[in-house]
T-cell receptor, first 111, second 113 residues
Framework: SQQGEEDPQALSIQEGENATMNCSYK?????LQWYRQNSGRGLVHLIL?????REKHSGRLRVTLDTSKKSSSLLITASRAADTASYFCATDAVGFQKLVFGTGTRLLVSP | ETGVTQTPRHLVMGMTNKKSLKCEQHLGHNAMYWYKQSAKKPLELMFVYNFKEQTENNSVPSRFSPECPNSSHLFLHLHTLQPEDSALYLC????????????FGSGTQLSVL
């Protein structure tokens, strides 16, 4: 399976702290994406990093990609209570035309 | 709002009922998807439509029947479901299949009694 797996499954931090989530996958990819899901809602696209990129930034988000280790990390800096959500990585594997999602990391940011 | 609207937001049905989920996108996209999200499991891709044609059926039981009358609308017809089919059903769209970014609706939370 090309499925991504996020680590940790759950993360609890205080406002202002940084949150780091990791994603590992199994096959060669074209790109890797991170999505956010508030409880009971749909997923919202956050950021995409291509296989030839190593790092990407978007506001308070920083994503890294290590294709040799088949892993990615999502860093949220200066977290806020509104960042409380589940975060999913999704991989677009070479030769496939569909995204495959991982099981997600549940982030709780306490005021 | 993502431009993808799903109705109803919540649905409770018995195992002998027939119901339909509706998805509409206002983004001008040509590809539409149904995903199933169950507790503690990864999102499962169910069906993919590209320009109204079904391009993927991910071994979904026949009690789930999709319909795509045009590129803006997608339905999921449900009949004789099982309690294990209870889940959040998410619709998504993209400009075409293989495109990099999906736009999701808010989902229909389905409970089968």
């Amino acid at each position: 399976s090309q499925q991504g797996e996020e680590d940790p499954q759950a993360l609890s931090i205080q406002e202002g702290e940084n949150a780091t989530m990791n994603c590992s996958y199994k096959t060669s990819i074209n790109n890797l994406q991170w999505y956010r899901q508030n409880s009971g809602r749909g997923l919202v696209h956050l950021i995409l990093i291509r296989s030839n990129e190593r790092e990407k930034h978007s506001g308070r988000l920083r994503v890294t990609l290590d294709t040799s280790k088949k892993s990615s990390s999502l860093l949220i800096t200066a977290s806020r209570a509104a960042d409380t959500a589940s975060y999913f990585c999704a991989t677009d594997a070479v030769g496939f035309q569909k995204l495959v999602f991982g099981t997600g990391t549940r982030l709780l940011v306490s005021p | 709002e993502t431009g993808v609207t799903q109705t109803p937001r919540h649905l409770v049905m018995g195992m002998t009922n027939k119901k339909s989920l509706k998805c509409e996108q206002h983004l001008g996209h040509n590809a539409m998807y149904w995903y199933k999200q169950s507790a503690k499991k990864p999102l499962e891709l169910m069906f993919v439509y590209n320009f109204k044609e079904q391009t993927e059926n991910n071994s979904v039981p026949s009690r789930f029947s999709p319909e795509c009358p045009n590129s803006s609308h997608l339905f999921l017809h449900l009949h004789t479901l099982q309690p294990e089919d209870s889940a959040l059903y998410l619709c998504a769209s993209s400009p075409r299949t293989g495109d990099e970014k999906l736009f999701f609706g808010s989902g229909t939370q389905l409970s089968v009694l």
